[in-house]
C-alpha cells in the first residue's frame, strides 16, 4: 500500500510503525494549523477560522482613560495607592493538542487501512506540523485500558514521544462493551480537559462511535476557551454497502453479519451512520468547532492537504 504520489514507500495498513510516521515530517510542510480556515466540503464549503494564539500577562502600569476596567491589578493598585492595569499580548507558542482515540471500533477498515493507522498517520503529520511553526505539542492517546498523557513540549522530541505512543497504542487493542466504551472516552474528555491551557488547538481523531450525550456536552465546553477540529475517521463500508453480497462486521465485541442484498438492510446500515454524521455537522456549527470527514481509502497527506493547506491563505 502505498499513500499518495508523495510518499513511494509501502505501509503496514493495520499497524502503525515508526518509520512510517517519522517519514510523514517533509509532507507536513504542505498544511498549516495557523490561524485561517478549514474547509470542509462535506458541509457545504462552511468556512470555520481558527482562533489562534490565546493571551499571557505582560507587565503592569499606571491605568489610563480608556483602559478596561476588568484588567485593573487591584494588588498593585492597593499597595502603591494608584490604579494599575495589566496589560496583555498574545502568546508566542500555541499548544496543539491530539486526542487520538484507539478505542477497539477503530481497529476496523475494509479499504484503505484501520482507522486506528489512519488516526495515527494524521496525529503524526499534525504533529510535524505543530513544532515545525513553532507551537507546543502535547496530548492524549486512549483506549480501553490504557491513557497517555502527553504534556504540551516544544521541539522534535515532543513529536517522537507522540510517535512513540502511537506505535504503541496500534500494537494492541481491548475490546469491550459500547457502554463501557463512553465511559472511556469521557474519562479521556475529563483528562484532556485538565491538561489542556485555554487558546489550544484541540485535534480529536476518532470515529467517534458512542459518543453520549455528555461526552458531546464537554466537547462543547472545551470549545468555549479553544479550537477543536474534529477528525471523523470512517471506513467506506460503514457509509454505504454494495448492493449485493454478505459482510461480516464487528466493533471489537459483538461480530454481526449483513446481507446487502436486502434494500431494507441497506437502508438502517446507512442511517445508523447519517446518525452519527449528522450529530457530528450539529456540533461543527457551534463556535469554535469544525469538523472534517477522512474515509480509510483516502490518502492521509493529500486529504489534510486539501483541508488544510497553506494556499490561499
Not at 510523514?24 to 510542510?29: G, I, M, N, T, V
Not at 495607592?81 to 499548544?95: A, I, P, V, Y
Request: proline share 4%.
Amino acid at each position: 500500500m502505498t499513500e499518495g504520489s508523495h510518499i513511494t514507500h509501502t505501509f503496514n495498513p493495520v499497524q502503525a510503525e515508526t518509520r512510517d510516521l517519522l517519514s510523514l515530517r517533509p509532507a507536513s510542510a504542505r498544511i498549516s494549523l495557523k490561524p485561517g480556515r478549514i474547509l470542509s466540503r462535506e458541509t457545504g464549503l462552511h468556512m470555520s477560522p481558527f482562533r489562534g494564539r490565546g493571551l499571557e500577562f505582560d507587565e503592569v502600569r499606571p491605568y489610563q482613560a480608556g483602559d478596561d476596567i476588568r484588567n485593573i491589578d487591584w494588588r498593585v493598585t492597593a499597595r502603591t495607592g494608584r490604579t494599575h492595569t495589566k496589560l496583555f499580548c498574545e502568546e508566542r507558542e500555541r499548544s496543539v493538542m491530539l486526542w487520538v482515540d484507539l478505542r477497539a471500533p477503530m481497529f476496523f477498515a475494509t479499504r484503505g487501512c484501520f482507522k486506528s493507522v489512519w488516526a495515527a498517520r494524521a496525529a503524526s503529520l499534525l504533529s510535524w506540523r505543530a513544532v515545525g511553526q513553532g507551537d507546543r505539542l502535547g496530548g492524549l492517546i486512549f483506549s480501553e485500558n490504557r491513557h497517555q498523557e502527553l504534556k504540551p513540549r516544544r521541539g522534535r522530541v515532543a513529536v517522537l514521544r507522540m510517535i512513540h505512543g502511537l506505535v504503541e497504542g496500534t500494537a494492541t487493542q481491548t475490546a469491550v462493551r459500547g457502554d463501557s466504551a463512553d465511559r472511556v472516552a469521557q474519562q479521556a474528555l475529563i483528562r484532556l480537559k485538565q491538561g489542556t491551557h485555554p487558546g489550544s488547538l484541540i485535534v480529536m481523531c476518532s470515529d467517534f462511535q458512542y459518543l453520549g450525550e455528555k461526552s458531546q456536552q464537554m466537547m462543547v465546553q472545551l470549545s468555549r476557551h479553544n479550537d477543536l477540529l474534529l477528525l471523523f475517521i470512517y471506513d467506506p463500508l460503514e457509509k454505504r454497502l454494495p448492493k449485493s453480497g454478505t459482510y461480516r462486521i464487528s466493533d471489537g465485541v459483538q461480530t454481526r453479519v449483513i446481507q446487502a442484498g436486502s434494500k431494507k438492510v441497506r437502508q438502517r446500515h446507512e442511517q445508523r451512520f447519517a446518525v452519527r454524521w449528522q450529530a457530528l455537522r450539529d456540533l461543527s456549527s457551534k463556535p469554535g468547532i469544525s469538523v472534517i470527514s477522512c474515509a480509510t481509502n483516502a490518502s492521509v497527506t493529500d486529504h489534510l492537504n486539501r483541508h488544510l493547506g497553506q494556499r490561499g491563505r
